[in-house]
């Protein structure tokens, strides 16, 4: 049954923290996007990539987060330094260009103390 | 910018009821795909149902319905004989066919099927 998988499901970590987020998109799938989730804003897209070649990371904090794709088998997304509002559930999904769907993985909850 | 809007924050109705829950979106696009995902407590976002624009013919799955309008640029979902398994956030996205393909969504309805 394939499935986009992400991990850590839950990661609790102190102000100033590196956090590493991590996503296997279903294999054949040359999109992935991460998005966050927050009550207030919603979901947001952060960054996009094609082919593993970044396209969009308009929606992303340049100063602190990063987004690559080493391989097509893995995601990565990387605070640096994490700060209170960066707690959210941050999703990863992925797609075939020209299906018109995206499947998500089930989301890996952050909380910055 | 294409832009997403979900009106009912929260919805309530009784077990085996329908439902409908709406969204209105903005685009200058005439080709686009628009969505209904679900969203449980376990936050898995799980696709519920799909309309290209360019088929007039209403989306259905199971008990799953759409009402797509195209010049009043609505897209609705009606849940018929509701269950409490439907209990969710449901968020409704655009995307266009072309370029990134990402999805822009709605803030999200709130639907709670009481017993």
């Known amino acids: 049954d394939a499935r986009v998988t992400q991990t850590p499901r839950h990661k609790v970590t102190e102000m100033g923290q590196e956090v590493t987020m991590r996503c296997q998109p279903i294999l054949g799938h040359n999109t992935v996007f991460w998005y966050r989730q927050t009550m207030m804003q919603g979901l947001e897209l952060l960054a996009y990539?094609?082919?593993?070649?970044?396209?969009?990371d308009s929606g992303m904090p340049k100063d602190r987060f990063s987004a690559e794709m080493p391989d097509a088998t893995l995601a990565t997304l990387k605070i640096q330094p994490s700060e209170p509002r960066d707690s959210a559930v941050y999703f990863c999904?992925?797609?075939?260009?020209?299906?018109?769907?995206?499947?998500f993985g089930e989301g890996s909850r952050l909380t910055v103390l | 910018a294409q832009t997403v809007t979900q009106s009912q924050p929260e919805m309530s109705v009784q077990e085996a009821e329908t439902v409908t829950l709406s969204c209105t979106y903005d685009?200058?696009?005439?080709?686009?795909?628009l969505f209904w995902y679900k969203q449980p407590p376990s936050r898995q976002m799980i696709l519920v149902i799909r309309q290209e624009a360019y088929k007039q013919q209403n989306a259905t799955e199971n008990r799953f319905s759409v009402n797509f309008q195209k010049a009043a640029k609505s897209f609705s979902l009606k849940i018929s004989d509701s269950q409490l398994g439907d209990t969710a956030m449901y968020f409704c996205a655009f995307m266009k066919p072309q370029g990134a393909q990402k999805l822009v969504f709605g803030q999200g309805t709130r639907l709670t099927i009481n017993p």
């Open positions: 999904a992925s797609g075939s260009r020209g299906t018109g769907e995206l499947f």
């Open positions: 685009t200058s696009e005439n080709n686009y795909y």
């Open positions: 990539f094609r082919n593993r070649a970044p396209l969009d």
